[in-house]
């Protein structure tokens, strides 16, 4: 069974929905519902999550993350 599950907002009253080709030229079920527990994008995006307090302290960097890996000398690109 191949299912289509769709988060949309009605504009006047309608939904239009753009169905893959593999859904074409069949009988579809339609069931139309509230969609609970999703935020809409300005709301998702006002707030910050923020890291556990456990967390804080235990990483450390131990290497210099803009030198180069290997030294230029290994690279045969060059020559």
Same mark, same amino acid.
């Given at each position: 069974?191949? $299912?289509?599950? @769709?988060?949309?907002?009605?504009?006047?009253?309608?939904?239009?929905?753009?169905?893959?080709?593999?859904?074409?030229?069949?009988? @579809?079920?339609?069931?139309?519902?509230? $969609?609970?527990?999703?935020?809409?994008? $300005? /709301?998702?995006?006002?707030?910050?999550?923020?890291?556990?307090?456990? @967390?804080?302290? /235990?990483?450390?960097?131990?290497?210099?993350?803009?030198?180069?890996?290997?030294?230029?000398?290994?690279?045969? $690109?060059?020559?």
């Amino acid at each position: 069974m191949e $299912a289509l599950r @769709l988060i949309a907002e009605p504009k006047n009253h309608q939904l239009i929905i753009d169905l893959p080709p593999s859904l074409d030229q069949r009988r @579809l079920e339609v069931i139309i519902m509230p $969609a609970s527990g999703f935020e809409s994008a $300005a /709301t998702a995006s006002a707030g910050r999550r923020k890291p556990s307090v456990l @967390l804080a302290g /235990t990483v450390s960097l131990r290497d210099d993350l803009v030198a180069p890996v290997i030294p230029e000398s290994d690279w045969d $690109a060059l020559k």
